[in-house]
Each structure stands twice: as structure tokens, then as C-alpha cells.
């Protein structure tokens, strides 16, 4: 048998052999032979205890060929075991430049991977609670289904990743970059996105209520149908951005930019927008009632089939505004 690890081969004589017992596991591990280990598993010859056991051999090769096999069965005991195998950092990035790219399920509770590069990288079902992951570059990787609360992500480059599922419950993002990242219909209830870029990204249909996205950048951003509840939005740059039937009652919108943005329908009963900058934004059929746009510019806004019961409109700028 060939010892050369990067060879991927079909051994007929352990192919042939009823069961496969540990030491032919073993084997087969080291000289890489995923061929003949699969078919092996496929046919019932082998038990998968005996997969699961080789991630605790000595050998680091072993280790990662076994998880590299387990790490994408969908048995009982095998999440179980992929939840309780703990990856060492340094490991993990050894295969990393080495070219590997597919962590699935992989435990880096509490770890420290800061100011690293993981661009593409698929951790999806990871998990990464608690982890402090500072400034490191995930664009274009896949983080599906992760688990990040309690995770420290401040400068995190997102972009253009693969976040549906993933669990940001108390997660620290300030600064993180998200920009051209789809999290349509998403739950992101109290999540904290001050100063994070949101730039292209699609929120529609995503619960943010109680969110906290002080001076975030949603620049072009997909913000069509999002519930946006008791929200804090101040300073907000919302340029262009499509809030079509929005939920942003009592929103605080105070000196957020939401130039040429797209207002048709929304609900902005009791929200804040004093000193916000409205000019040429889109209100048609909105409810602008008990909200309090004192001092706010609505130059050339269409404020048609508008409901301003209420509404303080105090030293307001309504040059060429549309009024209902």
C-alpha cells in the first residue's frame, strides 16, 4: 500500500474483507484511501464508533482524515462526537495554508482567531460561541447555521458570506463589514449593528426589532418589508435604501440620512425623525402619525395619500414637498 498521503485509492483486498476492524481503519486513514472508505461505510462494513474513535488517535493526520469523512454525515453520534472534538487554532490554520477550506460543524468555542485571513472558508454549523474573532476576514465563507453568540467580531469582514441561520445573540460587531450579504426574512431581534456596514445588503422581510444600528452604513441596502420596532437608527445612512412597507413604529430616526429613500407604505407611527435628512424621499402611503419630523428637510419629498395626524412638522423644510 502507498504511503503517499495525498493519494486517494481503491484498496480491493480491505474491500473485499466482510468487516473492517480498527487497525484497517487505521490504515487506510493514513495512506488517505477515502475510496475505499466510503465504500466501506456505504456498505455496512464498517461501524462508524470506529471513525469517531480515530479523532483521538495520535496522529494529527488520522485525526483530521477522520473528521474530514465524518464531518459531513448526517448520523446522531457523529454530530455528537464533531460537537465534542475540539479544534486546536493552530491546527486549524496549518490546513487552512495548506489549502484545505471545509471545517463543517467544527468546535472553536472560545478561540482566538484574530486579524487572520479565512476568506472562503465553510464553517457552517460551527460553532463559535464565545470566540474572539477580531478584525479576521470571513468574505465569501460559509458560516451557515453557525453558532456566534457571545462572539467578538468588531471589524470583522462579512462580506459577501453566507450567514442565513448563523446566531449573532449578544454578539460584539461594531465596525464589522456585511456589505453584500443576504439575510432576507432573518431573526435579529436586539442585535447590535452600530457602525457596522450594511452596504447592499438584503434585510427584507428580517426582524430587527430593538436593534441597535447607530451610524451604520445601509447604502443601497434591501430594507423592504423589515420590522424595525423601538429600533435606534440616529445618524443611520438609509441613502436610496428600499424601505417599502417597513415596520418602524416608534424607530429613532433622529439625523439619519434617508435621502431618495423609498418610504411607500411604511409604518412610522410615533417615530423620531427630527433634524433627519428626507429630501426627495418617497412617503407615499405611509403613516407618518404622532411622528415627530421637527426640524427635519422633506425638500421635494412626496408626502401624497400621507397620514400626518399628529405629525410635529416644526421648522421643517417643505420646499417643493408633495403634502397630501
Known sequence: ????????????????????ETEDVKQLLLANNIATLSAAIKGQKISLDLIIKALQDNSQEIQWRAYAILQEIEEPQVI??????????????ELYINGNRKFIRANLCNAE???????????????????NLRNTNFSHANL?????????????????ACLKGVDFTHAFMWGANLSNVDLNGMYLVNINFSHVNLQNVNLSQANLSYANLKGAN???ANLRNIILKNANLSNINLNRVNLEEADLRDTNLSGAN???????????????????????????????????????NLQDANLE???????????????????P
Not at 500500500?1 to 473492517?20: C, E, G, H, R, V
Not at 447555521?145 to 471589524?155: E, F, M, P, R
Not at 425623525?273 to 402619525?289: H, P, Q, V
Open 1 to 20: 500500500m502507498s504511503n503517499n498521503p495525498n493519494q486517494i485509492y481503491f484498496d480491493t483486498d480491505l474491500a473485499n474483507k466482510l468487516i473492517l
Open 258 to 296: 434617508l435621502q431618495e429613500a423609498d418610504l411607500k407604505n411604511a409604518n412610522l407611527k410615533y417615530a423620531e425623525l427630527w433634524d433627519a435628512n428626507l429630501s426627495r424621499a418617497n412617503f407615499f402611503g405611509a403613516d407618518l402619525s404622532n411622528a415627530n419630523l421637527e426640524s427635519a
Open 113 to 131: 482567531l484574530t486579524d487572520v485571513d479565512l476568506s472562503r472558508i465553510n464553517l457552517s454549523s460551527a460553532n463559535l460561541k464565545n470566540s
Open 305 to 323: 395619500n400621507t397620514n400626518l395626524e399628529n405629525t410635529n412638522l416644526e421648522n421643517a423644510n417643505l420646499e417643493g414637498c408633495k403634502l
Open 144 to 160: 451557515q447555521n453557525a453558532n456566534l453568540t457571545d462572539a467578538y467580531l468588531s471589524c470583522c469582514n462579512f462580506s459577501h
Open 80 to 93: 455528537q462526537a464533531l460537537s465534542e472534538y475540539q479544534w486546536e487554532v493552530a491546527r486549524l490554520l
Open 218 to 220: 445601509c447604502y443601497h
